[in-house]
Nanobody, 125 residues
């Protein structure tokens, strides 16, 4: 069992930055691939970024590439999402997720076994 708790969301002006954190419980965090998804009102949940268990590989949605950076600290059982140059269209509830499955399905929500409760990010224009 893995429990995930997100933090760091809030209200920011367009062009600003936020850093989200996702703290995981359990002793096996370093064996999980981690990801961030987001869901805006009236829209489906969408993939944002993923990082493999070793931290050696990262993946991003085209919409955030070059602006967002995912990282992890296995010693602290925490995964981060640094978000720069934020846009109003980044407004959403952001969720972190954990999966033992890897491969090419990192952007597919169904492979993730554990989810956090979400943190709201609001970007004003």
């Amino acid at each position: 069992q893995v429990q995930l708790v997100e933090s760091g969301g809030g209200l920011v002006q367009a062009g600003g930055s936020l850093r989200l954190a996702c703290a995981a419980s359990g002793h096996t965090f370093s064996t999980y691939n981690m990801a961030w998804f987001r869901q805006a009102p009236g829209k489906e949940r969408e993939f944002v970024a993923a990082i493999m268990w070793s931290g050696g590989s990262t993946y991003y949605a085209d919409s955030v590439k070059g602006r967002f950076t995912i990282s992890r600290d296995n010693a602290k059982n925490t995964v981060y999402l640094q978000m720069n140059s934020l846009k109003p269209e980044d407004t959403a509830v952001y969720y972190c997720a954990a999966s033992r499955l890897g491969g090419s399905y990192y952007d597919t929500s169904v492979i993730y076994d554990y989810w956090g409760q979400g943190t709201q990010v609001t970007v004003s224009s």
